[in-house]
């Protein structure tokens, strides 16, 4: 598929003797904002790092603009990342540097920009996500959705093509958490991205994504716009998107019968 | 666990990390040079590695010529020859204790910082979003820190024997009474550059070598939790103390074995 910028393939990776990925398939396209969504220690972030070279697949590949991430050279993967910026759920600002330098930085190590120039760009990108006033801040004293901004910011400073959201909505209030669907369905647009966000707010990722995947246990499970999803006859999609609390995917934690359990006990005792 | 198993599982645990020591070292060399074209990194890190362990180095030294004289003093007068205060003070300090206390105090101060700092960019994930900002944080992060250890090391333990010279003066010559120009001039003719001075600035190098390396490598090796990172910070501490000690030996009988 010609559209396809992400393409995962066969994917297989374990941690350990934990299997996180077992045949993992699935595409993001092109100039869309894609939802990758699933249950709490699916390998979520896992899978940004998979796609981001930073950790290597057992089996199968991950292909981004059609290469192989893990059999690109360390100059050709480092090109690579300069085109795609990266969300990291806690924001990870480098904390001895303010906010106007934590924007700066990627400028900085990767371009010979004069002084004047830099100092343009960086308001320019703070400007977007609305923190030009907070420039001169350091991390310590920004609020975690703030943070969450500049870091933004300081992941599209190199104008990527690919922008990758790690639980972006995450422990944020419902203002910010506004702010931030906004925000990354907008700069989709007017920066002409693709962006893929993982996510397990449904709610939110539905609402700003054009596709909708859902993993679970190492597969995928499902895909589709979010409407499809919403509408799907098998009953572990719909009791994830609803987030009910019992279903195919119970409430019980894997335990002996309660009977059985509760006679030990007093067996125990006696 | 059995007893034998876990002697054989600490045994592999060790060795699996002198191998990753090793290969961190591996990828840090080739990165030195290149962080040498970017000097104001390194005077950053000098200045808070260097410049902030000033004051701990420069009163531990002068206590410890205080000591040295007030010993030296007690010891030399029972053979009439405290006119040679000032050689014992000073070969004791440009040889041994200038360089070894003074790693040993900068494992504590700096060291430590150095493993709590890069553990903690490892814990908050900024290592791991450099890398992701195609930069290398061996190249932008520890570099420029090993080469500041590495410089302020000799510097400081210069210092340190020069404060402890004065200490030692001032406690045998102004208090003590011993004569201002045998100290002096013993001192000068006695203490022999090459073979003093010289292999004590070789021994601050290897030691500020083996601190940076410890230190860097815990922090970068550190697991990353709140946990993870004291551990590796009390590992820095004590690794480099038993390092330094045990290649100060090792330096000494090298340099010094045959005369």
Known sequence: ?270 | MNPLRRLGQLTLDALARLGRMLLFLLHLLPALPLALGRPRLIVQQLYSVGVLSLVIVLVSGGFVGLVLGLQGHNILSNFNATESLGVMVALSLVRELGPVVTALLFAGRAGSALTAEIGLMKATEQLSSMEMMAVDPIRRVIAPRFWAAFIAMPLLAALFSMVGIYGGYFIGVVVLGVDEAAYWSQLVRQVDFDEDTVNGIIKSLVFGFVAAWIALFEGFDARPTSEGVSRATTRTVVNTSLAVLGLDFLLTALMFGNS
Not at chain 1, 202 to 216: G, K, N, R, T, Y
Request: glycine share 10%.
């Open chain 1, 1 to 270: 598929m010609s559209d396809a910028l992400i393409e995962v393939e066969n994917l297989s990776f374990r941690r350990g003797r934990r299997v996180i990925f077992e045949g993992l398939d699935l595409i993001v396209p092109r100039g869309k904002v894609t939802a990758i969504m699933g249950p709490s220690g699916t390998g979520k972030t896992t899978l940004l790092r998979l796609i981001g070279g930073q950790l290597r697949p057992d089996r199968g590949e991950v292909r981004v603009e059609g290469r192989p991430v893990h059999r690109l050279r360390r100059d050709e993967l480092y090109a690579l990342r300069k085109r795609m910026g990266l969300l990291f759920q806690s924001g990870a600002l480098f904390t001895d540097l303010s906010v106007f330098e934590n924007v700066a930085f990627p400028l900085r190590e990767h371009t010979r920009l004069p002084e004047t120039m830099i100092r343009d760009l960086v308001l320019m990108k703070l400007q977007a996500v609305g923190l030009r006033g907070a420039r001169d801040l350091m991390p310590s004293e920004l609020s975690g959705g703030m943070a969450r901004r500049v870091a933004l910011a300081r992941a599209i400073a190199l104008d990527p093509t690919v922008m990758l959201y790690d639980e972006p909505f995450t422990g944020q209030d419902p203002i910010s958490m506004g702010v931030l669907v906004r925000l990354i369905r907008t700069l989709n647009e007017a920066l002409g991205l693709t962006s893929v966000l993982v996510s397990h707010d449904v709610a939110e990722a539905s609402q700003i994504a054009d596709v909708v995947h859902l993993i679970a246990d190492g597969r995928l499970v499902a895909s589709g716009s979010a409407e499809q999803m919403r509408r799907s006859d098998s009953p572990w999609v719909r009791q994830f998107m609803e987030g009910e609390p019992d279903g195919p995917v119970p409430f019980h934690y894997p335990a002996p019968c309660l009977e059985d359990d509760f006679a030990a006990r007093t067996g125990e005792g006696a």
